[in-house]
């Protein structure tokens, strides 16, 4: 009878500890939200999420008009405010903003903003 207790006892001190051994963490490492407005021919405004296991969405947003010189003010301001929705929703999955730049590239005024998201 003794034997089955220590038994026991040494059973539920295994499992206890096995709550406590360390869990896979999720995902770490940097992740950026790139959003632009490349006037030309292809006139589109998007949205791209790149992951750090190499995964890349892109989100079209179709309703920004991009004209032949770039996005109107009204056409930049959406942009970033899908910028913005899409950096919050990460941001509450646990992702960190660590640094934000925004270049306007070439003649026709391509316009893009990187936000990079780090997760420890």
């Known amino acids: ?16 500890s096995w709550s406590f051994y360390p ?3 999720a995902t770490t490492g940097y992740m950026a939200v790139i959003g632009s407005g490349r006037p030309g021919k292809t006139r ?17 947003l179709s309703k920004i008009k ?12 959406e942009i970033h405010h899908a910028e913005l929705q899409a950096v919050n929703k990460l941001y509450a999955q646990g992702w ?5 730049v925004q ?3 070439g003649a026709g005024a391509s316009t893009e903003t990187v936000y990079l998201l780090e997760r420890r």
């Not at 009878?1 to 539920?12: P, R």
């Open 1 to 16: 009878m003794k034997n089955l207790l220590i038994l026991l006892a040494i059973v539920f001190v295994a499992i206890g």
């Open 23 to 25: 869990k896979a963490s």
């Open 44 to 60: 589109s405004a998007e949205i791209t999420i790149l992951y750090p296991d190499g995964r890349r969405t892109v989100q079209e």
């Open 66 to 77: 991009v004209s032949n010189e770039g996005p109107s003010a009204a056409g930049a301001l």
């Open 96 to 100: 960190k903003l660590v640094h934000v």
């Open 103 to 105: 270049s306007t590239v």
